[in-house]
């Protein structure tokens, strides 16, 4: 399958930045067929670059954190990373079958997974900003983290948007569905670092 075209890309990425402020006719924008659904899980390889700077800040973090020994990440570092993103990617979608089905709203699963899944092209942004400053010592470690704090509530508030918007659900099941996914990459995260014994 190939990667969506920039007409695509940009066609989508206006409809859900649409959506951040709450405007649903940002949806009709998507592409929400057998094929789109699919090809929106390719959105991942654009976001691979905003991922690395991440990556590496979080590096850096625990290098300045570990001194004055410093901190060295090795393959095995590498790998944790990209199989945690890896994991975050699968762990929602299949919530959410669990979810639309419990409330009703099976026929919106698709649309829910395609926005959500776009919509990861500006999340992204929210928490890459903060990083890169710091990574180019323009802030320190204070205020990237107050920086991220503020991000990761950005994000939280998109995705309590797009749950709500595409699947009409009550605020709780919303934010239902929010806190489980948070708590489960948490417990998948740890259990990987445990698994990798590091």
């Known amino acids: 399958?190939?990667?969506?075209?920039?007409?695509?890309?940009?066609?989508?990425?206006?409809?859900?930045?649409?959506?951040?402020?709450?405007?649903?006719?940002?949806?009709?924008?998507?592409?929400?067929?057998?094929?789109?659904?699919?090809?929106?899980?390719?959105?991942?390889?654009?976001?691979?670059?905003?991922?690395?700077?991440?990556?590496?800040?979080?590096?850096?973090?625990?290098?300045?954190?570990?001194?004055?020994?410093?901190?060295?990440?090795?393959?095995?570092?590498?790998?944790?990373?990209?199989?945690?993103?890896?994991?975050?990617?699968?762990?929602?979608?299949?919530?959410?079958?669990?979810?639309?089905?419990?409330?009703?709203?099976?026929?919106?699963?698709?649309?829910?997974?395609?926005?959500?899944?776009w919509a990861s092209l500006i999340a992204i942004q929210f928490v890459t900003a903060p990083a890169l400053l710091y990574l180019l010592g323009v802030v320190d470690i204070a205020t990237f983290m107050f920086l991220r704090i503020i991000a990761v509530a950005l994000i939280i508030r998109y995705q309590f948007i797009i749950i709500r918007r595409t699947l009409h659900c009550p605020v709780s099941a919303a934010v239902g569905l929010i806190v489980i996914d948070i708590l489960l990459a948490i417990l998948f995260s740890q259990g990987l670092e445990k698994l990798a014994g590091l």
Not at 31 to 40: A, E, K, L, M, V
Not at 46 to 54: G, M, S
């Open 1 to 117: 399958m190939a990667l969506p075209s920039i007409e695509e890309t940009t066609r989508s990425v206006k409809g859900v930045w649409r959506l951040f402020f709450g405007d649903t006719s940002g949806l009709s924008a998507l592409d929400t067929s057998y094929s789109g659904f699919w090809r929106s899980f390719l959105v991942l390889v654009y976001l691979v670059p905003f991922y690395a700077i991440n990556v590496l800040a979080r590096f850096a973090l625990l290098d300045e954190n570990a001194a004055p020994d410093g901190f060295t990440p090795t393959g095995n570092h590498y790998l944790l990373e990209a199989v945690t993103i890896g994991i975050d990617w699968l762990v929602f979608p299949v919530l959410a079958i669990f979810f639309v089905r419990a409330f009703g709203g099976s026929e919106h699963y698709a649309r829910l997974i395609v926005a959500r899944n």
